[in-house]
């Protein structure tokens, strides 16, 4: 398959990818976004995921890009200008390659056994990956997001996750208040002021609600928590990160009952 050259900011193909890379309300009319870098797409084409182009920068010299490219010969290539490449990536330096792809989506909503995560209004991107990427690690399988939470499958989402969400169920736009009269799961609410963590027992099969960086938990999702709980700290800090406090929760649930059982 011939490469097509991209050599201008005016191109047609170009500012479609620009519109995916910076408009959320394109992104979500196309049901399309871009995965930057290498890592990211091969997680993607690890779990079969619908690519449908790869862009790549003029300049790249790169084997790891080179196989990829060689592995999946019926995708077609765009070669950028190395300056239109940095600015659809919006990063500093080149990591070499982009794929535009079909944005998952989950239809069934099924709140598992094991730890669910509930978001409620997060809206940092960056937060929002780093959450998802430790529920990845620690062996989460679903995530619901209210409709006030940060974009799931924005770049930046996607940059602070590193792709994570591919390997999740994960579930955009949710009313956490209807989905709570759906289950008879423990709710645990993540609070500045609640029972110490590691004061307690952590059920098993549990939702843990997590609330935005500046105003927490929303009241009435809070009122329907069985508990809150907080992380013990000392000196004047009063409140964690919340991609950081969620990190501390997460691999603790993970200590207690995964860890010790070979899961």
């Given at each position: ?14 500012k479609?990818?620009?519109?995916i890379a ?8 196309e ?8 890592h990211?797409?091969n997680?993607c ?6 690519i ?7 300049k ?10 060689k592995?999946?010969?019926n ?6 200008k ?7 990536s919006?990063?500093?330096s ?16 099924e ?15 960056g937060n ?8 990845e ?5 679903s ?39 759906q ?7 993540l609070?500045?002021?609640?029972d ?9 099969d ?17 009122s ?29 649930y993970?200590?207690?009952?995964r860890l010790?059982v070979g899961?």
């Amino acid at each position: 398959m011939m490469n097509k050259v991209i050599d201008s900011k005016y191109n047609a193909s170009y500012k479609y990818f620009k519109k995916i890379a910076t408009k959320k309300s394109f992104r979500k009319e196309e049901n399309k976004t871009i995965l930057v870098g290498p890592h990211i797409i091969n997680s993607c084409l690890e779990v079969k995921k619908d690519i449908e182009c790869f862009i790549r920068d003029e300049k790249t010299e790169s084997l790891e890009i080179n196989e990829i490219i060689k592995s999946n010969p019926n995708i077609e290539i765009y070669d950028l200008k190395h300056g239109l490449f940095l600015e659809l990536s919006d990063l500093k330096s080149s990591n070499g390659l982009i794929a535009l792809v079909k944005i998952p989506i989950e239809v069934d909503i099924e709140i598992k056994k094991g730890l669910n995560l509930f978001v409620d209004g997060i809206q940092d991107p960056g937060n929002l990956g780093s959450i998802l990427r430790t529920a990845e690690a620690a062996g989460i399988k679903s995530v619901f997001l209210s409709k006030s939470s940060a974009e799931l499958w924005s770049p930046k989402t996607l940059r602070g996750s590193q792709g994570a969400q591919l390997n999740l169920r994960c579930y955009e736009g949710q009313d956490l208040l209807k989905l709570f009269d759906q289950v008879s799961l423990p709710i645990y609410s993540l609070s500045v002021c609640g029972d110490s963590l590691y004061g307690d027992d952590i059920p098993k099969d549990l939702i843990l609600i997590l609330g935005s960086e500046g105003g927490g938990i929303n009241a009435e999702i809070i009122s329907k928590s069985t508990k809150s709980i907080s992380i013990p700290m000392h000196g004047s800090i009063e409140s964690l990160n919340v991609g950081a406090a969620a990190g501390i929760f997460i691999y603790e649930y993970f200590r207690r009952h995964r860890l010790n059982v070979g899961d």
